[in-house]
């Protein structure tokens, strides 16, 4: 095994760990240990409660991983785990709904608003439990992001039926990267990026470095929309897919492919151009996160239309390889600007609900409260001090991975010692069981090693920039539909994402030509977006 191979490893496990830095102090911490024997509790009579929960493709998962092991015993439960593939998620719930039989706890569908409408029939509602005192942590941070309770409690009731994933941290999703190295060969600069012609020079230079394919995607269509169309003023991070989309300036709701119709066909034209010269790989709509990983380590990708504090291009942090951002630039005249994302996720990581039927609900409260402590979150995302991880506050982070594979524990043959595992091996890292993700963990300051304070602020310097590119603007509002109006809403953008989909898809394929754009905005008045709209700018007012 070579060093740069070691090396990858190292970084790929760091990606997956994080740490604790930024969460508030002062915590009512859950218990750690298992009942007492004098309470009338045994280790014979530990419950064992059923998870059913997403996860990462390609990292171990099993009801012995560590992760859960030491969770359970921390909160006296005993976790039986069932992990469908993280593709067929949606599809497992569906079954378990169609067949009643609910496992106690899950992971539910990847929306506001589905854990609303199941809530007073299925899950457990929190709010008693608040009042009781048990869920002292969760509480901390809905005081701190009211915004959540907003988003996540059911109109009708008001009542709150599922546990969100905090983000604590200030976060914009999109920053497209590229091989600097690599347009320097050309007489090219990244900085030298101001607008799309440019763009397209650098592409076509990168193209002559690396042969034909530079960039791809993952995750579908939305994603990619996602991605790509932030830079044009026509979409927002982690939002619907339906098209609308908050204007700051104008203080209402817009539906993008009409009101900004020339910016949308601007960011159409360009994709169109991109497959056409071979720069978009063929499957950028069905490739997997493997295989654009990949991709991106062997240099065929060498541009990156991704996440802001993704590091692919560079995993081993190889000297011979300069990756720089390329900022947003103007499109019709002014930078475009990109939402902050909001402090909670649940249109990705879901919503965690108790079932109502669990003869263990007491139970789950509390291990699930513990996820929300400091405690909770540093054993989630980190392990066990003195097993996965030391404590260090010479570091940026104050932490150091010298139990795990790491940069920290990679020798100078590039070889890591025999039987070391990585973090992950242990289940710890991932998103999907903290209840709250910290600053450190979202700005990666936790892979950098005594010394590295200056590249720890990779990501927050970024930040900085694009504030002051003016690229920034708040998280969109929080709209809490009631279920006819959910139920109203989801009419009509499944049949306008599927409309936007599809023909988009076909316009950058070439299947269809440009002279047709005309006709396909036109189409968006018989699919009700002038009722959507309304509807989002009525529910905007009442927030106000």
Known sequence: MNKATTRTAAAVMAICMTILAGCQSGEKAASTAPAAAGDGKSAKEIPTVEIMTAWDPGLPISSDLPVFVEWGKRTGIKFNVNSPPRDAFKEKINIVLTSGQLPDMMKFFQDETTQKEYGPQLFVALDDYMKAGKLPNLERWLKKYPEIEKAMRRPEDGKLYGFPLVQDFDFATTLWQVRNDLLKKEGLDASQIQSVDDLKKAMLALKKQTGDYITSSRLGFDYFAERSQVYFGVNVNNGPNNGMMFDPEQKKFMF???????????????????????????????????????????????????????????????????????????????????????????????????????????????????????????????????????????????????????????????????????????????????????????????????GQEKEAQLVPDRMKKLKELGALRDPEPALNWNKEESSKISEISTAMKTYISENVTKFILGQKPMTEWDAFTDGFKKLRYEELTKMYNEKYKTLK
């Open 256 to 450: 993008a492919p009409v009101d900004y119709k020339d910016r949308y066909k601007q960011w159409v034209e360009l994709m169109r151009w991109m497959y056409a010269e071979k720069l978009l790989h063929p499957n950028f709509l069905t490739m997997k996160d493997q295989e654009l990983f990949a991709g991106y380590a062997s240099d065929d990708f060498p541009l990156m239309l991704e996440q802001t504090a993704m590091k692919n291009l560079n995993m081993t942090d190889d000297p011979a390889k300069e990756v720089q951002p390329i900022y947003p630039f103007k499109i019709d005249g002014k930078i475009q600007s990109q939402n902050l994302d909001p402090h909670y996720n649940i249109h990705y990581r879901s919503p965690l609900v108790i079932n109502k039927k669990s003869k263990h609900i007491d139970e789950i409260i509390k291990a699930m409260d513990y996820t929300y402590s400091d405690a909770g979150i540093e054993l989630l995302m980190l392990g066990v001090e003195g097993e996965t991880f030391s404590k260090d506050p010479k570091t940026p982070s104050g932490y150091k991975f010298d139990k795990t594979q790491s940069a920290w524990t990679v020798g100078t043959d590039g070889k890591f010692p025999d039987g070391l595992k990585k973090g992950t091996d242990y289940g710890y890292g991932t998103w999907w069981l903290t209840g709250v993700i910290p600053a450190a963990a979202r700005y990666s300051t936790w892979s950098y090693k005594e």
